[in-house]
């Protein structure tokens, strides 16, 4: 044990786990969230959700019965709310497989708590962004003319257009997310097979668990396996936001033909991950007493990342401005220009307080400790993400190379359902996730519990 | 809701003998969906009222349960009206016999006319399987020589127009033909005792033959009867004539000798029924080639900016009382009118007035100064003399007998009528052709009161209107595509109308109208024009000397003109139905024209009293802002208010749609306090009116401008759109009135201008600033005659355009046809003829105001319009922009399904079946040309309609992109005939729809390949370039840059107008 004076001279490290526990105690805990009796806040949660979600299905239905005219989308601003939200969502993806893949495998331990629950999130964002590219277009029952499927028309997709990039991108992060999760809950499934009283959720759990034992030749296989997909995983990461990027890179609009998009979309979009992480974490553990897992020393990990994203999301404003004014084009330097001054300045400055000054407040350890705080920087953050997409979108498209066809776009109502309508989805998805699945991985919950290895592993000095 | 037993006849509201005559009227694949519908109860047409146009198809309003209810029910009477109605018993077959000529999806082309306040513009009209769809120019016609203005264009969609009157009507309720003419026969011999008195006919502007020799007809045998004229767009051209030469004389300019030309106010090369000869031959004295650096030189002085003065080499913002003066100093300056009293207020003016007239009198004989019809006589009558004094008389302005039979004053001719008919002494009106007093008469004139104290008002006309509700009877008339008729051109030249289609709706002509109230009633108007006609042609086809010896005048003043004739001749040798007339006739309606019906020039001797009175007349500036009317450049007096293709058409100037407005230039309305869109009142001496203000740089401050046609209280789809400025307009002030107060009314009139027009906050500062920033990315790139003398490369010198191995790409070679297209920027003057007819081969829907608002317009060719220099006084640019078919098209390689691909001959292929509406493409083309179906933009749902589409191009379905494709389908018919006679298409054999239909051939389209196309010759001149060819989109559409002839002496005067190429 160290000394009472050698801990103060480390700088403050809270544990990931609060003290106290054991192996049981924590399986206790974050089963008992699923096997209790449905406490009624979560009805009214899940019934909000419910109806927002139901909103989503009311735009879509008038969407598809009459064309994407109702929204605000005109010559020249051919995307809207739907490519904003598409990329927003996309964005707040990125959180749960970095989380789970790049942490795992840099073996940042104190991931564990979140994983499981970033992971869900993931997959739901992926589910609401991957709807968009669907509902933007003009024709939707004919998305699957962007497959490379064998036909009678005897054509492919156009292998040159981003759009194909994105479907192939985006459909692959959505599958290996998606079996990511799945395979990290097989051994839980297993815990609440054993575990649940009800037959109906013995055995529902039970397929689940796919005949989950326990023995060493199951832990071996999965852990090679959980090993190989966070390291498919990984590259995903890197990929799919830059492929996102790629949509307006390519093109030649002004303020979107620029290669720091790659890695400026990136860093943005684990930017805002991190912000929904907190964002959905703060109220939960506060809901479900989660504290003692989900410590302040996971919610202050979580503020450093997205303060050093959002530097990196602002260095990306910030040369975007200087290879306008550099490229001596006249069109570009008009376009930046226009975003500061033209008819969406209010965006632009919206979107520096959200992304450039909130964020600073994480400096402080003040700020990183109280979840309120964090909740705010967050929320700020999300906000900021989505008027940046829309910056980026909009205000390109609404005055580029030919002044005469210099247009203005705004979203309709049927835009706004669109967009909170999905919001409900996500949280009907998530309220489920939560009810019926544990939002915390046991069994990697068990491994860093004082005591255990990973228990240990952790009390050592960096 | 009283029509859902499903039971036919058991109806007391619907008259069955009313629908059955309907039914035996109709012709052609029309349904109908009620009983009430066919007998036009008003319950069903209020049901079918719409707010948007039907052309349009308002997606978005949805159908109501009560609408839903009310359709559903019609469709159960529908059911039981099936049931009763005798199928026909005719038996039908297919051709055994081929016709001659009618090939299956070949089209048919006829050569007749069509015409705007009775004169004539000679055309082609094509006709597929019988059904015309397209307009084109008659290149054989003086008037036309190819081309046509936007109202020919657009004539095929009022053929069509679903809202056009389709029965007889009497006091509003469905009547017979049959009952028509008794009763109107049995008024007429009531008052042939009285010898005609109390019998009156209104027309508007006749120039046909037939019906003039019928009308005169008809007041010989009614010699009290009185023939009355209205024509709310006429001018004061004759008004002035009569002063300047004491009888009434017209004015026809020929462009093609005058090298300098003065415009005070006119617009005469895109306003009025010679506008297309005269803008081709203005413009041939100005395309500035390598080895051709000459052009004229065009003044423009005018109150507000029009089409003609965009393309002036100087223009000069005055209002009204300000040109007045200037034209009186003009006058005084070139020695047209005594004195040298006129003093104008503004150095520049003055300035101006030096080098004008010093620049007219180097040329005698070679200029031409041309004065606005609708401005003050005064101002005419002084043009005249000035003229006159300048030697041009007789070179680029000739008199002749005037073109309109028996012309009168139209203001006075109709204040005649209207003392008349509240004294009661008007017993049987007739109105002929559509004329809508009720609507446009002036004022101070009571006509509508009148006419309710009209025993037996008749209406006739394509449309029920305004004045048709106050009428006993309703005629609905037919076409011109559907009718037999004759017309004058704007030169005299007599063209035969010949119907393209059987009346759809059974509709009358008014030479049938005429011929039935004079004891004819079963005389179709082929035998009557033909008749009239056999009598006055020779073997040739040329008026037959012997008959016709050069024109008659009468008592009455019925035919001056060859081709006139007061009385019918015997038939001689020549007359109908011998096979010389035969063969004549058939020559005159194959090219389309009277060979030698040329009014011929006669000499004008001005009389001097007239211009000193004229000069006496014209005042000191008055005080205050000058309201000036004008006819619409879309929808002109109002008659083509129900046509959706003109009323989406954009203003050539303001851009605007759907609407009229109040316009001001920025100073005034800075002034006045009122801003863009603001409604505000515009009060006369005491009569008001409401209306929206547009803001208009290019108009001369204390100058407001507002167009007429707009306001209209019964005109369908267009009911309340844009404001009525009739109300304001008296008999006295028929084109303007000074000194009037506009105040502010608050709110807001939301206008649809499909350029620069903020959605979110209404302003003009976006017009200024995308003006500004389109001259510094030289979107349109300009510059002077002299640069060009001293070096023909300037334009191309001024901007670095990418090399053509600046590629990752092999260089795609075209080894067959290269398609490309050449605009000259130089003598578009922004016309939009270009635009309507695109739409009308393309079958481009049309959007309505509401998607116009929201930037959603469909027009595959628009004009783009842009300011130069100071904003208060700018120089405007017209820039035609179709699809640049880049060879390097940024739009192809962002589609995800190919739908959009690279043809082989260069051209940008749209396949619309691939398109899954990504719009990328769109978002990825520089030049903003694409175009999406946001919502179901094709009306598939009106019968009618479905004729109107070419049959060559799909209709395209919501969801998916289109745009220019430099007439495909055009280009493949080429391509066919020529596989099957064996021969390479012939050089500048093909013409897109826009380049046929443009007076001033700007736009040349063909094959880059071949040297002997003219379209390589031009991309080969020293001034074509490549709109943001820095882009390396390497554009197969390039610009000629716009030159201009400056005189120097006026150099400096214009700050701003010529920079940044020298």
């Known amino acids: ?462 | 809701m009283d029509n859902h037993q499903g039971k036919c006849g058991a109806e007391p509201s619907v008259d069955l003998e009313a629908v059955r005559e309907r039914l035996r009227t109709k012709k052609g694949p029309e349904f109908w969906r009620s009983l009430d519908e066919l007998a036009a109860a008003p319950g069903f047409q209020e049901m079918l009222h719409r707010e948007f146009p039907r052309h349009a198809s308002e997606w978005t309003d949805g159908v109501s349960r009560r609408g839903f209810l009310q359709l559903a029910s019609a469709s159960l009477a529908l059911a039981g009206l099936t049931a009763c109605t005798r199928q026909p018993t005719e038996v039908i077959v297919p051709y055994v016999k081929q016709p001659e000529q009618l090939v299956p999806g070949r089209p048919l082309f006829f050569a007749t006319a069509l015409t705007v306040s009775g004169l004539g513009l000679g055309v082609l009209a094509e006709s597929h399987q019988g059904r015309p769809t397209k307009i084109e120019g008659n290149p054989d016609h003086p008037a036309s020589l190819g081309a046509t203005d936007v109202f020919a264009q657009a004539a095929v969609l009022t053929l069509y127009d679903p809202e056009r009157s389709q029965t007889v009507l009497q006091s509003g309720r469905p009547a017979t033909w049959g009952g028509f003419v008794s009763e109107a026969n049995g008024a007429l011999r009531a008052l042939q005792a009285l010898g005609g008195d109390g019998l009156r006919l209104l027309t508007g502007t006749v120039t046909s033959p037939t019906l003039a020799a019928q009308i005169q007809g008809l007041l010989q045998k009614y010699p009290k009867a009185r023939w009355h004229r209205w024509e709310p767009a006429a001018g004061n051209a004759h008004a002035a004539a009569v002063r300047a030469f004491g009888r009434p004389l017209a004015a026809r300019y020929d462009f093609t000798r005058a090298k300098v030309v003065v415009t005070l106010g006119s617009d005469m090369l895109a306003e009025g029924p010679g506008a297309v000869r005269y803008a081709r031959d203005f413009t041939d004295g100005r395309r500035v080639r390598r080895d051709h650096a000459e052009m004229n030189r065009l003044y423009a002085v005018e109150s507000f900016p029009t089409p003609t003065g965009s393309i002036a080499d100087h223009r000069l913002q005055l209002s009204p009382p300000q040109l007045e003066a200037f034209a009186l100093a003009l006058a005084q300056a070139v020695g047209a009118a005594g004195g040298t009293g006129a003093t104008l207020a503004d150095p520049k003016a003055e300035k101006w007035l030096q080098a004008v007239a010093t620049d007219l009198k180097a040329n005698p004989g070679a200029s031409l100064v041309v004065a606005d019809e609708y401005g003050s006589p005064a101002v005419q009558v002084l043009v005249h003399a000035i003229n006159q004094a300048l030697g041009n008389a007789g070179r680029t302005v000739v008199y002749t007998e005037p073109v309109a039979v028996d012309p009168v004053d139209p203001v006075q001719s109709l204040a005649e009528l209207v003392n008349d008919m509240n004294a009661g002494r008007v017993d049987v009106l007739l109105m002929l052709d559509g004329v809508n007093p009720v609507y446009s008469a002036p004022a101070d004139l009571p006509f509508a009161a009148g006419l309710k104290k009209v025993r037996v008002a008749i209406h006739h006309g394509l449309f029920e209107d305004e004045t048709s509700g106050y009428c006993r009877w309703h005629l609905n008339a037919a076409h011109e595509l559907e009718s037999w008729g004759d017309a004058r051109a704007f030169d005299g030249t007599v063209s035969i109308l010949q119907p393209l289609i059987e009346p759809l709706y059974g509709g009358r002509t008014a030479i049938e109208v005429l011929a039935a109230l004079s004891d004819q009633p079963d005389a179709t108007s082929y035998d009557l024009v033909r008749g009239y006609w056999s009598t006055r042609l020779n073997a040739g086809g040329n008026l037959d000397k012997t008959t016709d010896p050069g024109g008659v005048t009468t008592a009455l003043g019925f035919g001056t003109l060859p081709g006139t004739m007061t009385q019918p001749v015997a038939a001689t040798a020549t007359g109908a139905g011998t096979a010389a007339f035969e063969a004549a006739f058939r020559r005159v309606l194959h090219t389309g024209l009277v060979p030698n019906t040329q009014a011929p020039p006669v000499s004008a001797v001005i009389q001097g009293a007239a211009v000193q009175q004229a000069a006496g007349e014209i005042a000191a500036a008055a005080p205050g802002v000058t309201l000036l009317f004008r006819p619409d450049p879309t929808i002109y007096d109002g008659r083509f208010a129900s046509n959706a293709w003109l009323q989406e058409l954009p203003k050539p100037i303001s851009k605007l749609t759907w609407d009229n407005a109040l316009m001001l230039s920025p100073k005034t309305a800075q002034r006045l306090k009122l801003e863009m869109e603001e409604m505000a009142e515009v009060n006369a001496s005491g009569r008001k009116i409401r209306a929206a203000v547009w803001i208009q740089p290019g108009l001369a401050d204390d100058t407001a401008l507002l167009h007429l046609g707009y306001g209209r209280q019964n005109a369908g789809k267009a009911t309340g759109a844009g404001f009525n400025a009739y109300p304001l307009r008296t008999s006295q002030t028929q084109w303007s009135i000074p000194g009037v107060e506009l105040r502010s009314l608050g709110g807001r009139y939301p206008l649809a201008s499909t350029q620069n027009h903020h959605l979110l906050e209404p302003g003009w500062d976006e017009m200024k600033l995308a003006s500004e920033e389109a001259e510094r990315r030289e979107v349109i790139r300009h510059g002077t005659l002299d640069q060009f003398r001293k070096n023909p490369n300037f334009i191309q010198e001024a901007r670095e355009k990418p090399a053509a191995d600046e590629t990752l790409y092999p260089k795609y070679p075209y080894p067959g046809h290269a398609w490309g297209m050449s605009i000259d920027l130089g003598v578009c003057t922004g016309c939009s003829s270009c635009v309507v007819a695109c739409q009308a081969e393309n079958n481009v829907p049309v959007v309505g105001k509401e998607q116009v608002l929201k930037h959603r317009a469909m027009h595959w060719l628009r004009i783009d319009r842009y300011f130069s220099g100071d904003i208060d006084e700018p120089t405007i640019h017209h820039q035609p922009v179709p699809c640049m078919h880049c060879e390097n098209a940024p739009c192809e390689i962002v589609c995800p399904v190919a739908a959009t691909v690279h043809s082989d001959e260069g051209l940008n292929d749209m396949v619309y079946n691939r398109c899954v509406g990504t719009r990328y493409c769109s978002n990825n083309c520089p030049y903003k040309v694409r175009r999406f179906n946001f919502l179901r933009y094709s009306d598939r749902t009106t019968p009618v309609l479905a004729l109107l589409e070419n049959p060559d191009v799909t209709v395209r379905m919501r969801g998916v992109m289109e745009k220019c494709t430099y007439c495909v389908q055009r280009i493949e018919e080429a391509k066919i005939e020529s596989k099957v006679e064996g021969r390479p298409i012939p050089a500048n054999w093909l013409k897109t729809a826009c380049q046929q239909a443009c007076p001033t051939q700007a736009i040349v389209f063909g094959d880059v390949n071949d040297p002997a196309w003219e379209v390589t010759k031009l991309k080969a001149e020293p001034l074509n370039y490549g709109l943001l060819e820095e882009l390396n989109t390497r554009p197969r559409t390039t610009y000629l840059a716009k030159l201009r002839n400056p005189n120097p002496a006026l150099a400096g005067l214009e700050q701003g107008a010529e920079h940044g190429h020298a």
């Open chain 1, 1 to 462: 044990m160290a000394t009472l004076e050698d801990e103060r001279a480390k700088p403050y490290r809270p544990p990931i786990v609060a003290p106290g526990y054991t192996t049981a105690t924590v399986t206790d805990k974050i089963s008992e969230v699923v096997l209790q009796r449905t406490p009624r806040w979560w009805y009214l949660g899940f019934g909000i959700s419910f109806l927002i979600m139901m909103m989503f299905l009311t735009a879509v239905t008038w969407l598809f019965a009459k064309g994407v005219g109702i929204w605000g989308v005109n010559q020249p601003v051919g995307w809207g709310f739907a490519i904003v939200n598409f990329v927003w969502w996309i964005g707040i993806g990125h959180a749960g497989t970095l989380i789970s893949a790049i942490l795992l495998l840099l073996r940042q331990e104190w991931r564990t708590s979140i994983n499981r629950f970033a992971e869900a999130m993931t997959l739901f964002a992926v589910a609401c962004a991957g709807m968009f590219p669907v509902l933007h277009l003009g024709r939707p029952w004919l998305a699957y003319w962007l497959f490379p499927y064998p036909n009678t028309m005897g054509l492919w997709p156009q292998f040159r257009s981003p759009l194909i990039w994105d479907v192939f991108a985006v459909s692959t992060y959505a599958t290996v997310s998606a079996l990511f999760w799945y395979v990290g809950l097989i051994p839980d499934l297993a815990t609440l097979r054993d575990r649940s009283k009800k037959r109906i959720a013995q055995i529902i759990y039970g397929f689940g668990a796919m005949g989950w034992r326990g023995s060493a030749a199951h832990w071996h296989n999965y852990e090679t396996a959980y090993l190989l997909l966070a390291g498919l995983a990984t590259p995903l990461v890197v990929s799919v936001h830059t492929v996102v990027s790629f949509d307006f890179a390519i093109g030649i609009v002004p303020g979107w033909h620029a290669t720091i998009f790659p890695p400026y979309f990136v860093a943005g979009a684990i930017y805002a991950g991190f912000a929904m992480v907190l964002t959905l974490t703060i109220p939960l553990r506060a809901a479900f007493g989660l504290q003692d897992f989900i410590t302040l020393r996971h919610l202050q990990n979580m503020g450093k990342v997205m303060l050093a994203t959002g530097l990196i999301v602002v260095y990306g404003y910030a040369m975007e401005f200087f290879f306008a004014w550099y490229s001596g084009h006249h069109v570009e330097q008009f376009t930046f220009w226009n975003r500061v001054t033209g008819p969406y300045k209010y965006y632009w400055f919206s979107l520096l307080l959200c992304n450039l000054l909130a964020p600073q407040a994480l400096w402080l350890r003040k700020v990183r400790t109280s979840p309120a705080r964090l909740f705010i920087v967050a929320m700020f953050v999300n906000a900021g993400m989505w008027i940046e997409r829309f910056v980026i979108v909009v205000t390109s498209l609404h005055r580029d190379f030919l002044p005469s066809s210099w247009g203005m776009y705004r979203g309709t109502m049927w835009d706004w359902m669109t967009f909170i309508g999905t919001l409900g989805l996500f949280l009907s998805l998530l309220f489920l996730f939560i009810r019926f699945l544990p939002m915390i991985s046991i069994f990697e919950m068990r491994t860093i519990v004082p005591g255990t290895r990973g228990g240990e592993y952790t009390e050592v000095p960096r």
